[in-house]
């Protein structure tokens, strides 16, 4: 499991990469793959999956009472 800081310095770092990922130089990011370019594939597909996969699956559940 993540401590939940962890968890949300790897979600803000979803969100960093994806400027970093617009940045880069030469238009890198405007390649296509299937029809869309990396940028959106990142901003679009895989940065959401992995902020479910920290959000849902990485972080403890606040919910259930934590044992003392």
Do not use: C, K, N, T
């Not at 499991?1 to 940045?23: E, S, W």
């Not at 901003?43 to 934590?66: E, K, M, N, Q």
């Amino acid at each position: 499991m993540i401590h939940r800081a962890g968890g949300v310095v790897l979600l803000v770092l979803l969100l960093v990469a994806f400027l970093v990922i617009a940045a880069l130089p030469d238009q890198i990011a405007a390649i296509r793959l299937a029809g869309l370019s990396v940028l959106w594939w990142y901003g679009g597909v895989a940065a959401p999956l992995f902020a479910w996969l920290i959000a849902v699956v990485a972080l403890p559940d606040s919910s259930r009472p934590r044992p003392e």
